[in-house]
């Protein structure tokens, strides 16, 4: 049985983008997949392929949820990849929305796979989105970085191009699949605040949906996720006003960001590990507004 399992053809698609985001590591804050499956339900996107996940998850690792049918029949929902079209007519192209849990093992077939999907489906661009844990302050603008295969791309969108050397996921890897495929391809990082990435971060995940916007020319009506990051933003503003501590460090990482706005990599120790885990709690107990 082929991996890749094709549940309808989307014939007609106009020189179709691909766009891949994975939860996980490469998903701080969850800000990768809420971005695609943003972009996804605006543009009423529809599955037509997956990934059969026998071959490249560990179900220990990352658990299939039992729950009823309608019938109230027990039923089991594995871990997987699914493989959504978009086809956005007043756009100059439709999309292909890739999205699931990072893999854990044979990430090479895996790539390939959805490589040669690419290929079948005649896909002009791929874009890969992700988004790390830095040194950032979440009352600045979200900073993306990234890479592009090549410098007209990266000029497109002024995309500041990342510098970082280190552990990466299938997010860096199924980028280099694509460029050594030779398939124009961009990969997108979002900073996430390292001391509130337990909370989920539609501030990221609106910046994300930005610039996949540029890139690829498509436009999404963002004003819920405008509306999220709003309250995202307040209530975080609030629980650093009710303590000193946590303030004066939001207010050194804010100094620090003026002096250079290169966020840190995911492989940097952050300096308030103490004050990330206070300012948890803190979120918390304030809990959902009222």
């Known amino acids: 049985m082929q991996p890749l399992i094709w549940e ?9 983008a691909m766009v891949a985001a994975f939860s996980g590591w490469n998903d701080a804050g969850d800000a990768a997949s809420a971005a695609l499956t943003f972009i996804g339900e605006s543009l009423g996107a529809e599955r037509f392929a997956r990934l059969d ?3 490249f998850y560990d179900f220990q690792a990352t658990r299939p949820h039992i729950g009823f049918t309608d019938e ?15 086809r956005v007519p007043r756009a100059p192209r439709d999309l292909i929305l890739v999205q699931g849990p990072e893999p854990s093992m044979r990430w090479r077939a895996f790539c390939r796979h959805l490589v040669d999907l690419a290929e079948a489906l005649d896909t002009q661009l791929v874009v890969t989105i992700g988004a790390l844990l830095a040194d950032v302050p979440h009352s600045h603008p979200v900073s993306i970085t990234g890479l592009a295969s090549d410098e007209t791309l990266g000029d497109k969108i002024a995309l500041r191009e990342t510098t970082y050397e280190g552990p990466t996921g299938i997010v860096g890897v199924l980028h280099a699949a694509c460029m050594d495929a030779g398939l124009p391809s961009a990969s997108l990082w979002a900073a996430v605040p390292h001391y509130v990435a337990a ?6 995940a609106l910046a994300l949906v930005r610039k996949v916007e540029s890139l690829v020319a498509v436009t999404v009506d963002a004003s819920e996720l405008e509306s999220a990051t709003e309250d995202y933003e307040r209530q975080v503003g609030q629980a650093v006003q009710s303590d000193p ?5 939001v207010e050194r ?7 250079d706005t290169t966020p840190l990599g995911p492989g940097d120790l952050p300096s308030g590990d103490a004050i990330a885990s206070e300012f948890q709690r803190f979120l918390k107990q304030q809990g959902p507004e009222r």
């Open 253 to 259: 990482l804010e100094q620090a960001a003026e002096r």
């Open 53 to 55: 996940p026998e071959e």
């Open 8 to 16: 309808s053809r989307p014939d007609g698609l106009r020189a179709p």
């Open 245 to 249: 501590d946590v303030q004066r460090f």
């Open 199 to 204: 909370a989920p971060n539609p501030k990221a």
């Open 72 to 86: 109230r029949k027990r039923e089991v929902t594995w871990p997987g990849i699914e493989i959504f079209a978009a």
